[in-house]
């Protein structure tokens, strides 16, 4: 049973531009949880889904940041127009039912806005 | 409202030399606890969890922990730290009826050959 599998694992934007993170939970999986971890600080949490619904987005930034969960295939973490600030690891966890205390992290991706 | 206090950022400690990382919480509610082990540019890795029953809990690579409700403290316990045990750690809390982790800054566990 592969873990969950988050892609790419590095990625450089310039100002400006898209960048488009994406998260496979494990098998049978249906809730996903994006966090973000800032240059020496802890994780911090963006955004709760299940399939094809936002259940909590009380993390996200009100602009330039978006994600979804379709039916079929990755969560997708969308940030427009990105900013230095915007630099950080990026992670995602899934578990089997709500409540995490089941969640398995992936290995996250390092964005770096140039 | 859910916080998390780790209490040393960086720790050095010698080869096969016990070693404990702290932690203290607040919340207003009931909670979930947990420490993660971060090694270089890897992700988050479980280590262990307190959800109930005996206070002491012991996880995996030699490491347990002591959850105390009165000091609202979940401290973190190796007796003979190995070089691999570097590394970055993290305690959480997770309300019982909550769906998002709560992260301290994380301890820089340093093991000196």
């Known amino acids: 049973n592969a873990g969950v599998m988050q892609n790419p694992r590095h990625l450089v934007r310039r100002r400006g531009q898209e960048a488009r993170l994406r998260c496979s939970p494990m098998?049978?999986?249906?809730?996903v949880y994006w966090y973000r971890q800032l240059p020496e600080e802890g994780l911090k949490f963006m955004v709760y889904l299940q399939k094809e619904n936002i259940i909590d987005e009380s993390g996200m930034p009100k602009e330039r940041f978006s994600a979804e969960f379709p039916k079929e295939g990755p969560s997708i973490l969308r940030i427009q127009q990105v900013v230095r600030g915007d630099s950080a690891a990026y992670f995602c966890?899934?578990?089997?039912?709500?409540?995490?205390?089941?969640?398995?992290f992936g290995q996250g991706t390092r964005l770096t806005v140039v | 409202a859910q916080s998390v206090t780790q209490l040393d950022s960086q720790v050095p400690v010698f080869e096969e030399a016990p070693v404990e990382l702290r932690c203290n919480y607040s919340s207003s509610v009931s909670v979930y606890l947990f420490w993660y082990v971060q090694y270089p540019n890897q992700g988050l890795q479980l280590l262990l969890k307190?959800?109930?029953?005996?206070?002491l809990v012991k996880g995996i690579n030699g490491f347990e922990a002591e959850f105390n409700k009165s000091q609202t403290s979940f401290h973190l316990r190796k007796p003979s730290v190995h070089i691999s045990d570097t590394a970055e750690y993290f305690c959480a809390v997770i309300p019982f009826t909550g769906n998002q982790f709560y992260f301290g800054t994380g301890t820089s566990l340093t093991v000196i050959p």
């Open positions: 098998k049978g999986h249906s809730h």
């Open positions: 966890a899934s578990s089997p039912a709500g409540g995490n205390t089941e969640a398995f």
């Open positions: 307190y959800l109930s029953g005996s206070t």
